[in-house]
């Protein structure tokens, strides 16, 4: 269930750590603590999103695989 929904939960995270700073920042009260807490919540996200990223990725497993048929095509071609 982690892998369906792990990307929409990154993504919800980096909109509301960007709401909040986008709130505090506007608002005429500028509150240091929401604004922190706003880009912890961005940072957060980025991480785990980050880390989603490099878990499902498969560039290396495809060029592993390309490797192993170029060698093959060429012992064959000798």
Same mark, same amino acid.
């Given at each position: 269930m982690y892998k369906k929904?792990?990307?929409?939960?990154?993504?919800v995270l980096i909109f509301i750590?960007?709401?909040?700073?986008l709130y505090t920042i506007a608002g005429e009260e500028?509150?240091?603590?929401l604004q922190i807490l706003?880009?912890?919540?961005i940072m957060l996200?980025?991480?785990?999103a980050t880390n989603?990223?490099?878990e +499902?990725?498969?560039? +290396?497993q495809d060029d592993a695989q390309n490797d192993? $048929? $170029? $060698? +093959?095509?060429? $012992?064959n071609q000798k």
């Open positions: 929904y792990a990307q929409a939960i990154n993504t750590g960007g709401a909040i700073l500028k509150s240091k603590y706003g880009l912890i919540i996200g980025l991480y785990r989603y990223w490099v +499902t990725k498969d560039d +290396t192993i $048929e $170029e $060698e +093959t095509n060429s $012992e």
